[in-house]
């Protein structure tokens, strides 16, 4: 088993935490991620609980497996930082923005102009 430093550790930690609270907010059991990202539900619990560290292979498909992407899962580790030794976002409102980026992503042209214009509406209301 390979040692960790104590950055890493941390790190693998907030990747377990952001994967099982994306994983839950999807109301999705460990099973159904497990099997579309092609490992089984006892691998995936270890990864979210902080024990394993996956590979940057099992972490893609783990996340692709949620309609996300590897980059994403790192701007939320990025966005947090330690506050006397408890884990706390910079800007709460960053992590929306992450799911907002997510969809606007997959919309097309029209459909994209027509978000930025209820956003505008909506700031001015």
């Not at 966005?79 to 919309?107: C, K, Y």
Request: with cysteine; proline share 2%.
């Amino acid at each position: 088993m390979a040692q960790w430093s104590v950055g890493s550790e941390n790190r693998a930690m907030h990747i377990g935490e952001i994967l099982k609270k994306r994983r839950e907010g999807r109301f999705e059991t460990l099973e159904d991620v497990a099997f579309r990202a092609g490992t089984d539900a006892s691998n995936l619990s270890r990864i979210e609980r902080g024990l394993q560290q996956p590979s940057i292979a099992l972490l893609e498909a783990l996340v692709g497996a949620m309609d996300s992407c590897v980059s994403e899962l790192y701007i939320e580790i990025e966005q947090r930082r330690q506050v006397r030794g408890v884990a706390e976002p910079r800007e709460p409102w960053n992590a929306d923005l992450t799911r907002l980026q997510r969809h606007f992503r997959v919309l097309k042209a029209e459909q994209r102009a027509l978000l930025i214009e209820i956003a505008k509406l909506l700031k001015k209301y």
